[in-house]
């Protein structure tokens, strides 16, 4: 009786073989099944949106490393503004500047200097 139950089930094409899960997802059984085709739209929707974030999180990562540039660049800049201010700032100052008056030949006042008044001699009291 094994024999007539092996030869029918060779013989049956309808009759199908269970098979385990990797077999049906590699084999592509899984995307013809019933569930997958009804709701193609929706996986579809679904992969695009996975495409989309993919998309959006590489472009997100380059504005970051922009913006750390960006940064960089600032402080490089406010560093050079700091530095050329304290420059000038030893500049004003009164010792330097009656030294660089000194070296073109000019003396320091020592008293302050006089207020001319002007009088308007045409305009009558």
Do not use: C, W
Not at 52 to 79: P, S, W
């Amino acid at each position: 009786m094994s024999l007539e139950n092996q030869h029918i089930d060779q013989n049956n094409p309808v009759q199908k073989q269970k098979k385990g899960f990797v077999a049906t997802v590699f084999g592509g059984d899984m995307l013809m099944g019933e569930f997958v085709q009804k709701h193609l739209t929706l996986i579809g929707f679904i992969g695009l949106m996975l495409l989309f974030d993919i998309a959006l999180q590489y472009k997100f990562e380059d504005y970051h490393k922009l913006i750390i540039k960006r940064e960089k660049e600032l402080n490089e800049q406010r560093t050079i503004y700091n530095e050329q201010m304290s420059a000038l700032e030893t500049k004003k100052r009164q010792s330097e500047v009656a030294k660089d008056i000194s070296r073109l030949g000019l003396k320091e006042l020592s008293k302050p200097p006089v207020v001319l008044e002007n009088r308007d001699t045409t305009e009558q009291p």
